[in-house]
């Protein structure tokens, strides 16, 4: 014998989700009026630079700071505390000069 399960109970719905949004095919909705709702790219990234180091200082007031230089050239330092944050910050500032990423390479043996 075959066991029939009776219907699903219909959905309870409160008085704060009775009303539907229309669904509308091919159009965004928009937040207001003229201000599309998606993330469009920046349009100032448009001339081939791109970031190859950062440099991330945190100095939350009355903790220790903390300083990270990374590098796609392969630099990943970590300091603490003032005087070696310090440090890595100056160093990091030197080795834009330096890194092998930036530095030009016109004029060297191939």
Not at 28 to 54: H, L, M, N, S
Not at 60 to 81: K, Q
Request: glycine share 8%.
């Amino acid at each position: 014998m075959a066991h029939v399960l009776p219907p699903a109970p219909p959905p309870m719905h409160s008085a704060a989700n009775t009303r539907q949004e229309p669904m509308t095919v091919g159009a965004q909705k928009v937040v207001a009026e003229g201000v599309p709702a998606a993330v469009r790219p920046d349009p100032q990234t448009g001339d081939g630079r791109y970031p190859i180091a950062w440099l991330t200082i945190t100095a939350p007031r009355g903790a220790v700071p903390t300083v990270t230089s990374v590098c796609e050239c392969g630099r990943n330092l970590f300091a603490t505390g003032h005087h070696k944050a310090l440090a890595l910050i100056e160093d990091h500032t030197d080795h834009r000069t330096h890194c092998p990423l930036r530095t030009d390479q016109e004029g060297t043996a191939a």
